[in-house]
């Protein structure tokens, strides 16, 4: 069974970092991508960043390019998003889920394709 846990959010001022990282379980990184995705009160979906280990590529949307990092640790099955100078546009709930990995591409995240995601954390950056 694919299983995937998000953690460590938080309250932060604008400015700040925060580090989430993602427990997977129930499938290999060589078959599948993690994609870091958020969903704000009333807002769509949001796919923020992908990684896919086997075969290096990640991907980050436009509005956090420079400011967040994602890393996988492929012996402890965690994906970790490092988030820097964050903004309060970044206030979301922050989930982790897994994909095929030609879902994630240098592109883009087909958020159509995600096949499992855990609960998410919520990350608030106050002005």
């Known amino acids: 069974e694919v299983q995937l846990q998000a953690s460590g959010g938080g309250l932060v001022q604008a400015g700040g970092s925060l580090r989430l990282s993602c427990a997977a379980s129930g499938f290999t990184f060589d078959d599948y991508a993690v994609v870091w995705f958020r969903q704000a009160p009333g807002k769509e979906r949001e796919g923020v960043s992908c990684i896919s280990s086997s075969d290096g590529v990640t991907y980050y949307v436009d509005s956090v390019k420079g400011r967040f990092a994602i890393s996988s640790d492929n012996a402890k099955n965690t994906v970790s998003l490092q988030m820097n100078s964050l903004k309060p546009e970044d206030t979301s709930v922050y989930y982790c889920?897994?994909?095929?990995?030609?879902?994630?591409?240098?592109?883009?995240?087909?958020?159509?394709?995600?096949?499992?995601w855990g609960q998410g954390t919520l990350v608030t950056v106050s002005s």
């Open positions: 889920a897994a994909t095929r990995t030609y879902y994630c591409s240098g592109y883009g995240i087909n958020m159509e394709a995600l096949d499992a």
